[in-house]
């Protein structure tokens, strides 16, 4: 029975490796088998090879979602950056745009943000790219939460050093440059890695002003062929493709983190 | 007190215990059949005014909703109306989600492929919807670079741009919303959707949009029903002649589609129900 039990330190340790592959293999085996089970409850008629002609619009809006989560991630660092320190400001409207910024994108859907976005001040200011609103709009919505990441970040950092370094006469910017933000981008990072997978997951949303991402032609597909499953299995599997390797990351930053402090 | 072994093993009692909790609970919702055979389940998109839609009270109604009732009466069954978005409405007819699909849906030959049709109850055609300041003024002027033109996903529309536009730019939208407000907002040259909506939005949106009323293909509307149930095919097709002979569609035309009918009229352009 011991072989199904993760080794703690004090029981003596059989051959690891294989110990985890195996439970690996019966956990996958046994949803594999209620999946099946599914499956096969609703008598569908599969039809893949229609699918799978179609391949190129998977491969384009896979390409676009990433691309478009890439350069949205590095737009939001810079919004959530922003919107921290405002949120942190002394001087009070200030810390009031930025408080009402974060609870409002966090308090909505993204959906209602982005018919509103788009269809209402993005038509006020005239920008009519989709591509480009469709960036800003995901800016502005992952920018809130990594504000709030950076906050924990920041709040992290132990009263003690603040105090230290005010006793070691830094100002409040060198106290922010050499002792706060080093410290708090390093705690921020796994949470940073997690808020990049929510990303590119939330990024299927943009399908709705016709971006051409991953979830809208795969949508698409489905309703070109006519049929009403196939398609998503690549779109999982497109997601995870990019989700799994994301979320290891963070668990060894956070690995790293951990030993480091 | 307890020693690790026994902790172990009360907790992967519970483990087994719950893991056959689940199983049990997954074998029963895999196995029992949820459909009533006595209910007739309609499905139906309910946001396509005056066919599908929804009331004050958010009842279904519309032309759809009450053929669904002549329709259910005529079988002597109860009704029950799914809301289901217009592409998933094939699958959920599919998997037997529903019976048959009333949903101003075209008998296509691709649709064909996967569900029976009916009898065609209504003929339409696709037409544009062009935003005022758009240099399209007829239909043939659709396929050039650096046009844009908006569908609704799974509808004729969406088949008729996937087929026969080569160089103007297809915008997909899940909401006739949606590609309405693109083409008043001039993000998009024009709208192709059948005759009796787009003349809806023109009328909701004329500063700001022009209806190409012309139909650039024509299509006829049937009854969707699951492939090889030939029973209810024919009691569907006898109700559909029973229906039209006593006056049915007729009198829905005039309780729904007045304003439609006398508008196209006037247009010169055919109208049938």
């Known amino acids: 029975m011991s072989f199904f039990f993760e080794d703690s330190p004090s029981s003596p340790s059989s051959p690891k490796q294989a110990k985890h592959f195996v439970s690996f293999g019966c956990a996958f085996l046994f949803l594999s088998f209620f999946v099946f089970l599914a499956f096969t409850a609703i008598?569908?008629?599969?039809?893949?090879?229609?699918?799978?002609?179609?391949?190129?619009?998977?491969?384009?809006?896979?390409?676009?979602s990433v691309g478009i989560s890439f350069v949205t991630l590095f737009f939001s660092l810079i919004v959530g950056f922003l919107a921290a320190m405002g949120k942190r400001s002394t001087l009070l409207p200030i810390k009031?745009?930025?408080?009402?910024?974060?609870?409002?994108?966090?308090?909505?859907?993204?959906?209602?943000?982005?018919?509103?976005?788009?269809?209402?001040?993005?038509?006020?200011?005239?920008?009519?790219?989709?591509?480009?609103?469709?960036?800003?709009?995901?800016?502005l919505f992952s920018g809130a939460y990594i504000a709030e990441i950076f906050r924990a970040g920041i709040e992290s950092v132990g009263k003690s050093q603040l105090l230290s370094a005010k006793a070691i006469g830094l100002s409040s910017k060198q106290t922010y440059?050499?002792?706060?933000?080093?410290?708090?981008?390093?705690?921020?990072?796994?949470?940073?890695?997690?808020?990049?997978?929510?990303?590119?997951?939330?990024?299927s949303l943009l399908s709705t002003?016709?971006?051409?991402?991953?979830?809208?032609?795969?949508?698409?597909?489905?309703?070109?062929?006519?049929?009403?499953?196939?398609?998503?299995?690549?779109?999982?599997?497109?997601?995870?493709?990019?989700?799994?390797?994301?979320?290891?990351?963070?668990?060894?930053?956070e690995n790293k983190i951990r030993f480091e402090t | 007190m307890k020693t690790p072994s026994h902790a172990r093993l009360q907790f992967s009692k519970q483990v087994i215990g719950s893991l056959l909790g689940l199983l049990t609970i997954l074998f029963i919702s895999a196995c029992s059949t949820p459909k009533d055979d006595s209910t007739l389940v309609v499905g139906m998109e309910l946001a396509y005014p005056p066919f599908e839609m929804t009331d004050e009270q958010n009842n279904p109604t519309g032309v759809s909703v009450e053929m669904a009732q002549a329709l259910a009466k005529h079988l002597g069954r109860e009704l029950r109306i799914e809301n289901i978005p217009f592409a998933g409405l094939i699958p959920a007819l599919r998997t037997g989600k529903i019976d048959v699909i009333i949903s101003s849906m075209t008998a296509t030959d691709e649709r064909r492929e996967s569900i029976d049709f009916s009898d065609a109850y209504l003929s339409t055609g696709l037409c544009l919807l062009v935003s005022k300041n758009s240099a399209i003024t007829s239909i043939d002027e659709l396929d050039k670079a650096g046009v844009s033109i908006a569908v609704k996903q799974g509808t004729t529309g969406h088949v008729y741009a996937a087929s026969s536009i080569k160089h103007a730019n297809v915008l997909l939208f899940d909401k006739e919303s949606a590609a309405v407000l693109e083409v008043s907002q001039e993000k998009a040259d024009a709208f192709i959707y059948d005759q009796m909506s787009t003349f809806m939005n023109w009328k909701r949106n004329q500063e700001t949009t022009t209806a190409l009323l012309n139909p650039l293909k024509k299509e006829s509307w049937a009854i969707?029903?699951?492939?090889?149930?030939?029973?209810?095919?024919?009691?569907?097709?006898?109700?559909?002649?029973?229906?039209?002979?006593?006056?049915?569609?007729?009198?829905l035309g005039e309780k729904y589609l007045k304003e439609q009918k006398e508008e196209f009229e006037k247009l010169g352009i055919p109208f049938y129900f």
């Open chain 1, 43 to 64: 008598d569908y008629n599969w039809n893949w090879s229609s699918v799978f002609q179609y391949k190129k619009k998977f491969i384009d809006g896979w390409l676009i």
């Open chain 2, 224 to 251: 969707g029903i699951a492939k090889s149930n030939e029973a209810l095919l024919s009691e569907i097709n006898d109700f559909l002649a029973t229906f039209s002979q006593s006056g049915g569609f007729d009198s």
């Open chain 1, 209 to 253: 002003i016709a971006i051409r991402e991953f979830t809208l032609n795969a949508q698409e597909v489905n309703s070109i062929t006519y049929s009403s499953f196939e398609s998503y299995f690549p779109l999982a599997i497109g997601y995870l493709a990019i989700t799994l390797p994301v979320m290891q990351l963070s668990r060894v930053i």
């Open chain 1, 96 to 139: 009031y745009v930025a408080s009402i910024y974060i609870e409002l994108v966090r308090g909505t859907p993204l959906l209602v943000q982005i018919y509103l976005f788009y269809y209402v001040i993005a038509d006020a200011a005239g920008v009519d790219n989709r591509y480009v609103m469709g960036v800003v709009i995901m800016s």
């Open chain 1, 177 to 203: 440059r050499f002792v706060i933000i080093p410290q708090a981008l390093r705690n921020s990072l796994p949470a940073l890695a997690g808020q990049f997978a929510n990303l590119i997951k939330d990024s």
